[in-house]
């Protein structure tokens, strides 16, 4: 495993000690009496895709009130935030309303932005801790993210440790790992390997995710019962193809080249992970004290080639054809520039989609090898298994798509 630090700018050098965790920061309270079978859990990012099915998850398989941070004006706006975002998902059910309790907060504020005592409150009552908020942009720097991505975990990793040690289990991402120093040719990156600090991190939402993951791990150090859990892309469930934000750069890609009629020859590979292979391999392998202290990656282990994808894609009945990089780029940038009045959402569409593509992105990034036994070692015995990217996978996501009118149907 590469070790180099390369700190080629004070600013690299003031992100790097953004990971050190505060000497008062310490888990010397008594663990949770109900860690393992918990009463309470305090989730973050539940009006996010993967936090919506991490609430799912949750309160189908426990009895546990999920007290679920929420960014709003009142409480009612809150609690209704959180039955839309799960109903817009198909996974609302009346009989979770008195479970499903809204804390109004922010994590970019100290105590989560509550009055101190329904913090500490909160603190003494909480078994254990869910963190799958985070402020995904590719083209804010580090600074700007860092208030969500890295003041937010620090918080959650204090609160942890208030009153009663609860196991934190946090979400970060594979893109710690996107630097040359731990990318190097046929490197395989086990879940026990350190990210390392390195100039080319890419992006500042990759070196937010890192601060984040080292904070994590610096706790795991010190005591905290923690688990990382470290996705690739997340796409929709794999069964209901349900996908709502469809802001990542794949979904808008797909939905360009169905838009144009045609897509570029690219030879790169692509992956995607189901988003309820993660919620549920994530809530299982959080009961077990033997997986406290890991890091876990998702990760398709059957990836695929982009041109397979477009297959995939063409099989739902769309006519796709293969033309050069340039001439989509062509292609897209004459979809901006036509002057039809009734274009102009389309146009907007378009104009995203080819600034998107100029920011630094994982696309066309060329992955290291990932290897996740612990996922698999963890899961070994259960039903839990990451859907195939196939026929029947695509299928549903592009029926949902066309359902609920994000792409056009053939
Ligand atoms: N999506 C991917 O492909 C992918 C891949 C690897 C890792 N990840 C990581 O997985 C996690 C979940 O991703 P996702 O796709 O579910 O993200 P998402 O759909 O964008 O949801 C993000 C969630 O974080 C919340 N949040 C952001 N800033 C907040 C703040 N200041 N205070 C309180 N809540 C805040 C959002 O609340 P609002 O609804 O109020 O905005 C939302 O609930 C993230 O940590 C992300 O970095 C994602």
């Known amino acids: 495993m590469p070790s180099s630090i390369n700190l080629s700018t004070h600013q690299e050098a003031h992100i790097e000690n953004d990971a050190i965790l505060e000497d008062d920061i310490q888990f010397l309270a008594p663990l949770s009496q109900h860690y393992l079978a918990p009463n309470a859990v305090f989730l973050t990012g539940a009006t996010g895709l993967l936090g919506v099915y991490i609430l799912d998850e949750l309160l189908r398989t426990s009895s546990a009130n999920i007290y679920c941070l929420v960014r709003a004006i009142d409480e009612e706006f809150a609690q209704q935030r959180l039955i839309n975002h799960l109903t817009s998902y198909g996974l609302y059910k009346e009989e979770y309303f008195d479970r499903i309790l809204p804390v109004i907060g922010d994590l970019t504020e100290p105590f989560f932005g509550l009055d101190e005592h329904v913090y500490y409150e909160l603190a003494a009552e909480i078994d254990v801790v869910y963190y799958s908020a985070g402020w995904i942009n590719m083209l804010y720097p580090y600074s700007r993210l860092k208030p969500a991505n ?215 990034y060329k992955r290291p090898h990932f290897d996740s036994k612990n996922i698999a070692e963890g899961i070994a015995g259960t039903e839990i298994s990451c859907h195939k990217i196939d026929n029947e996978l695509i299928s549903r996501y592009i029926r949902y798509w066309q359902k609920t009118g994000f792409c056009p149907k053939p």
């Open 150 to 364: 890295v003041l937010g975990v620090k918080e959650a990793i204090r609160f942890a440790g208030l009153i009663q040690t609860k196991p934190l289990h946090f979400v970060s991402s594979i893109a710690v790992f996107f630097n040359s120093a731990d990318n190097t040719e046929n490197q395989v990156l086990t879940e026990a390997d350190v990210p390392t600090f390195h100039a080319s991190l890419k992006g500042g939402y990759g070196k937010s995710k890192w601060v984040g993951d080292r904070l994590v791990a610096a706790a795991q150090e010190r005591g905290l019962p923690a688990t990382i859990h470290r996705p690739t892309r997340i796409m929709g469930h794999s069964i209901t193809g349900a996908l709502n934000d469809n802001s990542e750069l794949l979904p808008q890609l797909l939905k360009g080249c169905i838009k144009l009629g045609c897509y570029p020859t690219w030879d790169i590979e692509v992956t995607m992970v189901p988003v309820d292979y993660i919620s549920s391999t994530m809530v299982h392998l959080a009961a077990s004290p033997a997986n406290f202290g890991k890091a876990f990656h998702y990760f398709n282990p059957y990836p695929i080639r982009w041109l397979d994808l477009i297959a995939l894609v063409n099989a739902q009945g769309y006519n796709l054809k293969e033309i050069t990089y340039e001439q989509w780029l062509l292609a897209l940038k004459k979809a901006i520039d036509s002057p039809e009045e009734s274009h102009l959402e389309d146009r907007e569409f378009y104009s995203r989609l080819l600034l998107a593509l100029k920011v630094p992105h994982y696309l066309f």
